[in-house]
């Protein structure tokens, strides 16, 4: 009991904002960077009930740091790439495993390698990021490469080596380990290769590095692989979803359980679903890109906030239940008129192992054929978490119906 008074008496504690939050539930509380909030329970690891200026609500913890004492050393903002963590899950097997298991993924990076294999030859190649060096083994077996520097941060590095001498491939690979940003290569690459692509084809910000490595060492007219990138939206029903989080509280063996709808809704609906797979008859419109990336132009300073429109047009009457993205990447040929390679994670190809990511609107809408979907979908960085972002979508139903609605969400996404 002393113990639980003690804890009781902790709070309230003050927080200060790191970046912005636009609450999208009628229980959730936004904020502007810099404010200073008071911090009356935490409930959860991801959410918080805290108080600004007499108004009280949930917010997401990773948006708020300690406000520290002047007098005390602020060490929070230690590691905002967070690499201990990152760089430590890709030092296991367990995310190679299912890297590798992704067939869809790791055929294409072949593919690409087999159908240029002859403009490889004598050429210089970087494979940043390259994990367990499959992709650096395909050039080498595959292709006649005069070298290739596979780049790796982890400490999978140290296996990799093991690998790439296992299969008899040290005459052509090199392991080097370490950051791209810290790295020195003996001399500029003809290709750039890396596995670069997180949920919504940005997060975690790989693509930092890419970039940086590509300013630094891809000589002039080297090419990228991949060359571009389009991350596609499509508006969708979830019913078997939205049942499982949400219609279950209603009657559960016969007792009504609603007064935990509006908290299920919180805990469930305020971030997105990973590794969502959509059933192509759930889409509700033909998708569409709402944001391409051209690789040997986009700047590291695009990826502070990404913005793209979108317009759908229903085309069956059904239940919105909220928006599913994914991702297509493209790899340039070598060779001129040589055919584009495609690596498309969306709900018509072979499923990936980042299947598609689901955002949920609060409560559903039902819309028919004909009616409009209208919107923007926004890509903001953590100004402090460099591998957390914000997706905020905004839209406007037009329907012949007369249910005109008008709505906005954000989703922090963070590891």
């Known amino acids: 009991m002393q113990a639980e008074k003690e804890e009781e008496e902790a709070f309230p504690e003050e927080y200060v904002a790191l970046c912005d939050f636009t609450a999208s539930g009628s229980e959730q509380l936004g904020f502007s960077t810099g404010d200073k909030l008071l911090v009356h329970a935490k409930p959860s690891a991801d959410w918080w009930w805290a108080e600004l200026q007499g108004v009280i609500g949930y917010v997401p ?29 890709y030092g296991t097997l367990r995310l190679h495993l299912e890297m590798l298991s992704d067939r869809s993924r790791t055929e294409t990076y072949r593919q690409v390698i087999v159908s240029n294999s002859a403009s490889l030859r004598n050429k210089v190649v970087m494979d940043l990021g390259c994990g367990t060096g499959i992709i650096s083994l395909f050039c080498a077996q595959l292709a006649q490469p005069s070298v290739v520097y596979a780049v790796e941060a982890s400490s999978m590095a140290e296996h990799t080596r093991q690998l790439v001498k296992q299969n008899g491939c040290e005459e ?41 490595a590509r300013d630094r060492w891809l000589r002039d007219g080297g090419v990228m692989w991949p060359s571009s990138a389009a991350l596609t939206l499509v508006p969708c029903q979830a019913d078997s979803y939205y049942s499982e989080k949400m219609a279950f509280w209603e009657r559960p063996y016969g007792l009504d359980f609603t007064p935990l709808q509006p908290l299920a809704q919180q805990e469930f609906f305020t971030k997105p679903k990973f590794s969502h797979l959509i059933d192509p008859k759930d889409c509700l419109s033909a998708p569409c890109d709402v944001i391409c990336l051209n690789m040997y132009t986009v700047q590291v300073r695009d990826l502070e906030e990404m913005e793209g429109e979108f317009k759908f047009c229903v085309v069956k009457p059904g239940v919105f239940h909220g928006f599913t993205a994914w991702f297509t990447v493209q790899f340039e040929s070598l060779e001129a008129g040589g055919a584009t390679v495609e690596l498309d994670t969306g709900p018509n190809s072979d499923p990936t192992h980042w299947k598609q990511t689901l955002f949920m609107l609060d409560n559903p809408i039902h819309v028919y054929g004909g009616d409009s979907i209208r919107g923007n979908i926004v890509l903001h960085r953590n100004p402090v978490w460099r591998r957390h972002m914000t997706v905020t979508l905004h839209w406007n139903i037009n329907s012949s119906s007369d249910n005109c609605q008008v709505g906005t969400k954000s989703f922090p996404m963070w590891r």
């Open 61 to 89: 913890a990773s948006y708020l740091r300690q406000d520290a004492a002047e007098d005390e050393e602020d060490t929070s903002l230690e590691d905002p790439w967070q690499d201990d963590e990152y760089f430590g899950s």
């Open 172 to 212: 052509v690979v090199t392991v080097l380990q370490g950051r791209a940003e810290e790295l020195e290569l003996p001399e500029q690459a003809d290709i750039l290769v890396s596995e670069w692509m997180g949920n919504c084809l940005l997060f975690e910000f790989m693509v930092e590095s890419v970039l940086l």
